[in-house]
């Protein structure tokens, strides 16, 4: 079917409109839509994943910088700002400043006044989770070109062996 | 090939349109993003480490109370087809079930369902545990996702700091780590164009709106996901309160655009329904996208009781299983664009035949 109004593009949109006690149907082409203030699909100002990569962008730029680096899993704060996922639950400590101005921007505030939770005294790692947990901060470090932190990962495990 | 029909209730009791207002609320989901203390986050985990964290999860479920045990599937041993069933089914997300070709499934991800909960293993975060009900059901979702957490907290060890509660991977998540989304579909918004300023709305009270399947997704069907934005600095029970309020308003906004739509252009509404109903029907093929927008309108006359002869629930049913993966499971096949398009047909009008009594 073609538009309604300039007779040439695919109508797309079926407008509905109200014209005293009449009703006129009119079939708009994309463009002839748009002219009207009608969209063609329903959509509102996308979700705001853009908003949020500006807050970390704005957050690191007021605190830290890019080198900053978790000691647990080795990511650095650069890593953060270009996937927006954190390495592990230590960098919340180890980016701890930005991580609280990123969170009040984001949610309002920074302090949990949810649900508490402690951990259960008897819940205990898997066999040799320990050393195995050790193995990959090891490896990782040494993937990050960590050596420092990678030889004192390897002489803590060479003591539990 | 994936037997669905082994999984408690099929995975799909929250199609049964049995909570309030099933006719313009599909689904209330909850979940909440638990990691674990000693492990880097699954993104960054290597292989081995997702396993640990997938054993120890399973050695803690295999001590749990009979109704949270649920079925362990084992999502990264699955073919890509079963995979996308899953999805299909909203019972795993697109990231667990690695669809995107630059993203593909990840050594550990695995699924635990139960009757209305479910466990993600080793998704962005290492845990999700997610309660899905019928209908606009708030506090029920809540109160069972809550149960399934304390148990598993108890008997693996979650990452929480004092200040800013329990740590997610993305920091958009953590506190809480609560999302309630509720699925509704608002044809008489879009229809009289208010949904634009209902929409622009919820973003500046904190709450957001997504597609069918969450994050990421497209607006189709008039279907739309809404669902807090912040998940720390408030209570879960605010959260909720909050959340319950704000829908109950836009539910009644619906209601109210429907009367109008019924006053001010009986006939075109009535006809363009009707029109819908028919070509559901009749025709002999079918896109998804066209489905569901005809779904759309078909779902409106039940609404208005123009269609009376229709459950709510046969239309959720076909929302899931006029799917490409699940026609294709159906037929036991692959099928192509064009043969799945004529499956679809198909299926819809044996569907609503044998729903309304009538011949196909």
Not at chain 1, 2 to 19: F, H, P, R, Y
Not at chain 2, 7 to 28: E, F, K, R, Y
Not at chain 2, 99 to 114: E, F, I, K, N, W
Request: aromatic share 6%; charged share 25%.
């Amino acid at each position: 079917m073609v538009c309604d109004v300039c007779k040439e593009g695919d109508a797309v949109v079926q407008l509905t409109q109200i014209e005293g006690t009449g009703v006129r149907l009119l079939h708009l082409c994309e463009r002839c839509a748009a002219e009207r203030g009608v969209e063609t699909n329903a959509s509102a100002p996308k979700p705001q994943i853009s908003d949020f990569l500006q807050s970390v962008h704005q957050a690191m730029q007021a605190t830290q910088g890019d080198a900053a680096r978790c000691a647990f899993c080795s990511s650095t704060f650069r890593d953060f700002r270009s996937t927006g996922r954190l390495g592990c639950a230590h960098c919340y400590d180890a980016f701890e400043k930005s991580m609280r101005d990123l969170l009040r921007r984001v949610h309002g505030s920074s302090q949990h006044i949810g649900r508490k939770y402690e951990s259960p005294a008897s819940a205990t790692l898997p066999d040799g989770g320990t050393a195995n947990e050790l193995r990959d901060r090891l490896k990782r470090a040494i993937e990050s070109e960590q050596f420092e932190l990678a030889a004192d990962i390897r002489d803590r495990l060479r003591g539990m062996e | 090939m994936l037997d669905l029909s082994l999984l408690p209730d099929g995975g799909v009791g929250w199609l049964d349109a049995s909570g309030d207002h099933p006719d313009i609320v599909i689904s209330t989901r909850i979940r909440l993003a638990r990691n674990l203390e000693g492990y880097a986050f699954a993104g960054r985990a290597r292989d081995g480490e997702r396993l640990r964290i997938l054993s120890q999860v399973q050695q803690a479920m295999s001590t749990m109370h009979e109704m949270h045990r649920g079925v362990l599937l084992r999502v990264d041993e699955m073919p890509p087809d079963d995979r996308l069933l899953l999805h299909e089914r909203h019972l795993v997300s697109r990231e667990l079930a690695g669809l995107d070709p630059q993203r593909p499934v990840r050594s550990g991800s695995a699924v635990y369902l139960t009757r209305g909960t479910s466990v993600m293993v080793n998704e962005e975060d290492h845990l999700r545990l997610q309660s899905l009900e019928s209908g606009l059901r708030i506090s029920e979702a809540f109160n069972n996702v809550l149960a399934l957490d304390a148990e598993l907290g108890d008997r693996v060890p979650y990452a929480f700091h004092n200040e800013f509660g329990f740590l997610t991977a993305c920091p958009t998540n953590a506190g809480t780590g609560l999302r309630a989304s509720v699925l509704i579909h608002l044809p008489g918004l879009v229809l009289t164009k208010e949904i634009a300023k209902v929409l622009a709305g919820l973003q500046q009270v904190g709450l957001t709106y997504r597609g069918l399947y969450g994050e990421g997704s497209e607006v189709v069907g008039n279907f739309f996901q809404i669902s807090n934005q912040t998940t720390l600095g408030r209570s879960e029970t605010e959260l909720l309160d909050y959340l319950t309020r704000v829908v109950t308003h836009v539910i009644e906004r619906e209601e109210e655009a429907r009367k109008v739509l019924l006053r001010d252009a009986g006939y075109i509404i009535e006809d363009k329904l009707w029109r819908a109903y028919g070509t559901l029907r009749y025709a002999r093929s079918l896109t998804f996208d066209e489905v569901m927008s005809y779904l759309s309108s078909v779902r409106l006359a039940v609404g208005l009781k123009l269609i009376t002869d229709l459950s709510v629930y046969t239309l959720n049913k076909l929302l899931i299983f006029s799917q490409s993966a699940h026609l294709a499971h159906a037929e036991g096949r692959d099928l192509t664009t064009s043969e799945a398009n004529i499956a679809r047909a198909k299926y819809v009008r044996r569907i609503l035949a044998d729903d309304t009594g009538s011949t196909r």
